[in-house]
């Protein structure tokens, strides 16, 4: 089975801009769930989909959206960007919803805002 | 709210010697634990989760929920254990989502 794919792999944009991530997960997983990680706050959740349905949500401001098709693939917007939004931007995929099935992890997006 | 204490930012063992990582926890109601694992230059991966009860690679956790801990343990350690380990808590009162701790990273010397 592939992995799970995460484009672009790396970002570079500036402050006030937004921006899109795409996330494939593996086949057959329903729920994808992003994280976003940075060396001062580690491992963050951002919100988990399922079946197209946002089915949790964490600590972040409304300028973190997401979305996912029909096909289970997401996408993560981050409108007006912030320095502090520099991260590695982590999607994970799991048959299930929730955190009770193993969760597959992506390679990231580094995502650097200048 | 839930939150995942790893007092150890890095663990430096010679090979062949005990190891042990050190998580602790704060959640109301029973969590669910799990110990995931980033060698370099590789994903994020799952390396155990408390309600299989098995050991993975020689290690091994167990949930002590009067101390509120989840400690990975591997009686001798091999350099290839070298890698990023990140305790992380799940439940219902958590929205089933994955809450990580701060990481440990472990140094396995020859």
């Known amino acids: 089975k592939a992995g799970v794919t995460q484009t672009p792999r790396y970002l570079i944009k500036t402050r006030g801009q937004q921006v899109t991530l795409s996330c494939s997960p593996i086949s057959g997983h329903r729920s994808v769930s992003w994280y976003q990680q940075t060396p001062g706050q580690g491992l963050q959740f951002l919100f988990e989909?399922?079946?197209?349905?946002q089915r949790n949500k964490g600590n972040f401001p409304g300028r973190f959206s997401g979305r996912q098709f029909s096909n289970s693939r997401s996408e993560m917007n981050v409108s007006t960007l912030e320095l502090g939004d520099s991260a590695l931007y982590l999607c994970?995929?799991?048959w299930g919803q929730g955190a009770i099935d193993t969760q597959y992890f992506g390679p990231g997006t580094r995502l650097t805002v200048l | 709210a839930q939150r995942v204490t790893q007092p150890e930012k890095l663990l430096s063992v010679f090979k062949g010697a005990p190891v042990e990582l050190k998580c602790n926890y704060s959640?109301?109601?029973?969590?669910?634990l799990f110990w995931y694992v980033q060698y370099s230059r590789q994903r994020l991966q799952l390396l155990l989760r408390h309600i299989s009860r098995e050991s993975i690679k020689g290690f091994t956790a167990d949930l002590n929920k009067g101390e509120t801990s989840f400690h990975l343990k591997k009686p001798f350690a091999q350099e290839e254990d070298s890698a990023m380990y990140y305790c992380?808590?799940?439940?219902?009162?958590?929205?089933?989502?994955?809450?990580f701790g701060g990481g440990t990273r472990v140094l396995v010397k020859p």
């Open positions: 992380a808590l799940s439940g219902r009162a958590a929205g089933n989502k994955l809450t």
């Open positions: 994970a995929s799991s």
């Open positions: 959640y109301s109601g029973s969590p669910e």
């Open positions: 989909y399922f079946s197209e349905t």
